[in-house]
């Protein structure tokens, strides 16, 4: 808030007076589905001609800079939204960025394992990835069974992590045994 704050203060004293509306007019867009799924230069470009049309009347109507600014001020409400208001992100179509670390830390189990069989065991290249990729699976067997979630891999229902898992595991043990 205090970044859009910030920029209205930027703009001219009579832009600033015509910002509310502005504000108003494209919070009323975002709404329509249809707007997210817009090309972003085009919106660009209607959000900017529509800051000329609103900053007309001010004499302001060429000023690239305002007409910017006007831009952002936009864009900072949006992002206000997304952040203050859980259903608006979602609407947004905005995906959850936390980093997901119980799946994270598990895939270091397989990713050690695999640099053990790599370094310290005469094994060939099949025989090493097949290893990892066994190991793998069972991680995701165990996710499957306790958490139903593997987010770090983007699975997010038991039935993908059970087919990732009994995919990596069939793979795994084919490659382990092809590398013997």
Do not use: C
Request: hydrophobic share 50%; glycine share 8%.
């Amino acid at each position: 808030m205090e970044g859009l704050h910030g920029i209205i203060e930027m703009l001219p004293k009579p832009a600033r007076l015509v910002v509310e509306g502005f504000i108003d007019q494209w919070n009323a867009r975002a709404y329509d589905p249809i707007f997210w799924q817009s090309d972003t230069a085009l919106v660009f470009d209607e959000i900017i001609t529509d800051a000329r049309r609103v900053l007309s009347p001010t004499g302001l109507s060429a000023d690239d800079e305002a007409a910017f600014n006007m831009f952002n001020i936009v864009v900072l409400n949006y992002a206000y939204s997304a952040y203050d208001e859980p259903k608006m992100r979602q609407f947004m179509r905005i995906a959850d960025s936390r980093t997901p670390w119980p799946s994270a830390v598990a895939l270091l189990y397989p990713i050690i394992a695999t640099i053990y069989i790599a370094g310290w065991t005469p094994a060939g290249p099949a025989m090493v990835v097949g290893y990892g990729l066994a190991n793998l699976g069972y991680i995701l067997l165990g996710a499957g069974i306790i958490s139903d979630t593997f987010q770090v891999l983007g699975l997010k229902s038991r039935r993908q992590v059970f087919s990732a898992a009994a995919a990596f595991f069939v793979v795994g043990t084919v490659l382990t045994n092809i590398g013997t």
